[in-house]
């Protein structure tokens, strides 16, 4: 261990997009020494090896977090519980433990549930990064840069857990801010979950139009940016769907009655509200984009 | 006139990015002697005439088009049937006639109504490009370039027209094919004016939802293009939307009732049910994206 870096073995659990993203954003960094990965495909984590992202790596949780001073669990939403249970007693008790998944509330039922009493190194948290790719492959130092890191600590969360969660997202570019878990699910649900499932739920639609092959054949590139999350990691978005399925509901059902009154304007072809709707929203993306851009 | 130019005068109605597209491109190409423009706001003309979009300007359309063999009107829908009754006596006996407009029924019942009987040079016609942007300054020469253009040629369109039509479009770089208007309307119903109808339609649901500024604060890049197209001309997609409102309305209802059923398994948490509609949409995307790549 050096004198300087800010953790000495970093343990990822899921070394794909997100986990291998962080480990390359950290060692860019020099935030860490030594990079140990851990997931249940053998041929994924040797190619992890030999693209650098990490030291070491073993298929088995519990091996994998002894010694570490850090772990960060990035596998899909519905393997987070059985994850936790694996680890279960091997932690040191210094060491951090916190995750990348989407969806917060349901991380922490995962963990009281297969912890029992939360360690005081726990503090869940999200990434607010990502492309439609996914695997090691598709991982690069500068996913995290200006991006958003929400954390969302329990009342169990020790404060030098939580701030050296924050330091460590810090050092891999993120911006980060803590708010409460259900407030992050409410939150992501609108910005994330809800597009996802549009997106998903059109091309699954036009699928099944008649002249399908036609109508993709005169799609351009409108077309292929609204629904470039529609080539996102089907059985990731499966688990946000069912973690988040409450607030993911709302959403949808909030959107689907304003669609429907979209429709009726069409219908009824009352020109000046559906110019009213369409100015106020383009005014507002505008604005939304020179904000993502002023983080740049 | 040179022996070799396609078009001796070409005559731009309407300046913006999909009129100054093609004229540059045209000009880029060589298959053009000179460019009319015309349009009702007179700075955006000696702007237009300033970058080199177009060689002369009027506002007065009558005039535009006198002596000119290509006219090419590029107006939002709703000013299409102004402009045709503008023109009227005064295009030469051998001028084509097309537009650019984005829904072709529409446009075939506007120049009925201001023609009575159509001139054989009339073919309607729409390029399947764009951007969110709008403007002359926003256009470019490759805006065209391997993209896909529909003529909607009606029963009075001349065999002459609709081939210099289409070399005109294949001279700016485009592909080009033929099908009925109201064909025509309903693919572009299903691949654009639904996922533009479905965007707006997002912006503005959240932007008034609760705590809207946060909400906007947390969304990223998936969000950003996905809502793309929401920064479209407000004015152009409400012409659009009453123009091909029968359609659109059809698609919408579709689509509504799809997401009526997406909402019950995310409520009744159907992973099983989840997950087949989101591998079949990636598959489907995937398959799209590597059909849009092969054209380029």
């Known amino acids: ?15 794909g997009l997100i986990g291998g993203s962080l480990a390359r954003a950290l060692r860019h960094a020099g935030a860490v020494d030594q990079v140990v990965g851990c997931g249940r495909n053998a041929d994924t ?14 298929t088995d949780p519990a091996h994998a ?29 210094d060491a951090v433990l916190t ?5 917060k509330a349901s991380v ?50 020790a404060e030098w857990a939580v701030d050296r969660t ?17 407030h992050h699910d409410d939150v992501l649900a609108a910005t994330s979950h809800l597009p996802h499932a549009l997106a998903f739920g059109l091309v699954d639609t036009l699928s099944r139009w008649e002249g399908e092959q036609e109508i993709f054949e005169y799609a351009a590139g409108g077309f292929r ?16 769907c069912l973690s988040n399925r409450e607030a993911l509901a709302r959403a949808l059902r909030r959107y689907t009655e304003d669609l429907q009154r979209l429709t009726e304007l069409v219908e009824r072809g009352d020109g000046a509200a559906l110019e009213d709707i369409f100015q106020h929203a383009k ?11 002023d983080k740049h």
């Open 65 to 93: 977090v002894t010694g570490a001073d850090m772990v960060v669990v990035c596998v899909p939403l519905g393997a987070m519980r059985g994850v936790f249970e694996q680890i279960r007693g091997h932690l040191a008790p």
């Open 108 to 157: 922490i039922e995962d963990a009281r549930a297969a912890f029992g009493d939360l360690p005081a190194g726990f503090v869940p948290g999200h990434p607010i990064a990502g492309t439609e790719k996914s695997g090691v492959e598709a991982s690069f130092s500068r996913l995290y840069n200006h991006r958003r890191v929400i954390l969302t600590p329990v009342a169990e969360s």
């Open 225 to 240: 940016d609204f629904t470039r999350i529609a080539s996102s990691d089907p059985v990731m978005w499966r688990d946000i």
């Open 45 to 58: 984590l040797q190619r992890a090896e030999a693209l650098g992202v990490v030291d070491h790596y073993t």
């Open 283 to 293: 005014a507002r993306r505008d604005r939304f984009v020179a904000l993502l851009e």
């Open 99 to 103: 995750d990348g998944g989407s969806a």
């Open 166 to 182: 924050r330091r460590m997202w810090e050092a891999a570019g993120a911006r980060v801010t803590s708010m409460s878990a259900e």
């Open 1 to 15: 261990m050096t004198d300087r870096a800010l953790i000495h073995r970093l343990c990822v659990i899921g070394v």
